[in-house]
Each structure stands twice: as C-alpha cells, then as structure tokens.
C-alpha cells in the first residue's frame, strides 16, 4: 500500500496525558499536512512541513501541540497535557509539491478520545 | 481570506436520480477548487478538482463538478445515483499563494434504493 499511513487509529487517554501521533506520507512527497476534524466538520488545518521545514502553524494549535518532520519523511504531533476538546479525528495529508493545483491524499486518521 | 459554503447539511435522492451537492467559495485571486468524499471511520478520498480550463471537470466514481466563477460556484454531480455513494461530500479551496486547504462543513448524501 503506497498511501498515507498513520498509526493509531484509535487512541483513548486520560486528561492531563501526553500522546503522539505519527504520520508516514506518500512515498516521495515533499509537503505534509496535519488537520483536525470533529464531529459533524471539515478538517481544520493544524500545520504542514515543506520537507522537513515547518512553513506554517494555524492558531489552532496551541503550545501544548507541537509536530516534528525530523527527517522530511514521516512525522509525529505531540498534544502534551490533553484536554477533553481535543478529542478529534486527526488527518495527516501528503502532496507531491508545493504547487496550488497540488492535490492532498489523506490518511486514515486518528481518533483521539480524552476522557 | 479564503472560505467555503456548503448550505445543505444533507441531501436525499432516489437511486437512478441526478444528484447535486451544492459549493459557494470565496477566495482573493484565482480559485483552485477540490472535492473529497469521506466515508465512515475512514479519510478523505480525492474525488475531483478544478485548477484551470475547461469548468465541467470530470472525476472518480462517474462524479463531475462545475465550475462557475460568476457564481463562484462548484457545484458537485452525477447522473445517475447509487446506494453507494451515500457518504459525506466536503468541498474545498486554496488560492494561488496559500498552501492549506478550506474545507467546507460538509454534506451528507443519502441515496435511497
């Protein structure tokens, strides 16, 4: 299978624990996308790498959020301290370029219950 | 900035019926417009976009959409429905300069057999 991966799926955590999310893109696909989704919305954008350059942080993610491209392959976003509103679907997406006609190929996403 | 309007929350037709999901955008500068279908538990699937040329785009899964800049309009459709393309349409858009995508609320489509 050649498309985005992440993994968990599903992850169910208390509040005040830390998880992390990890997102493997498309193989060869420069730019990286993380978005949030809740119940009943669209994917809100969280933040995306060019590489492994972080280019651009929505207001969204609170300094409790934190997303790494170490190697400008996979990622990994980091929630510290949950709160119950963060629970939410969490899409990673990929795109070839940069390009605005790029299109985005989404993951499966995570789904993150804070109880 | 950049925004998306998809005004039904759901939408219910019979299978065999042409089916439309309606978009409205407003973007600065030229639109690059995009469909995704999501279904249950599951991401988004890439159905559609339009970037430049002709505005009738052809997509996946037999779905066409059009596009109307007078309007600013990309409405989604099809010919002829099935029971299986019950799922959660989102419409979106990005400018030229930005690199994230807007989505809209999305809207549900039902089809009845």
């Known amino acids: 299978d050649t498309g985005v991966s992440q993994d968990p799926r599903h992850k169910i955590t208390k509040r005040g624990q830390n998880v992390t999310f990890r997102c493997d893109p498309i193989s060869e696909h420069n730019r990286l996308y993380w978005y949030r989704q809740t119940l009943g919305q669209g994917p809100e954008f969280l933040t995306y790498f060019q590489n492994e350059a972080q280019l651009e942080k929505s207001r969204l993610l609170s300094d409790r959020f934190s997303a790494e491209r170490p190697k400008g392959s996979f990622s990994t976003l980091e929630i510290q301290r949950t709160e119950q509103g963060d629970s939410a679907m969490y899409l990673c997406a990929s795109s070839p370029t940069g390009l605005a006609g790029d299109t985005q190929y989404f993951g499966p996403g995570t789904r993150l219950t804070v109880l | 900035a950049q925004s998306v309007a998809q005004p039904e929350d759901q939408v219910n037709v019979a299978e065999g019926n042409p089916l439309t999901v309606k978009c409205t955008y407003s973007?600065?500068?030229?639109?690059?417009l995009f469909w995704y279908v999501q279904y249950p538990n599951r991401g988004l699937q890439f159905l559609l976009k339009y970037i430049t040329g002709d505005n009738l785009v052809k997509g996946s899964y037999g779905f066409e959409a059009e596009f109307n800049k007078s309007q600013t309009s990309f409405h989604l459709k099809k010919p002829s429905a099935l029971v299986s393309d019950s799922a959660l349409y989102f419409c979106?858009?990005?400018?030229?300069?930005?690199?994230?995508?807007?989505f809209g609320s999305g809207t549900r489509l039902s089809i009845r057999p």
């Open positions: 979106a858009v990005r400018d030229s300069s930005a690199s994230k995508i807007i």
């Open positions: 973007v600065s500068g030229n639109p690059y």
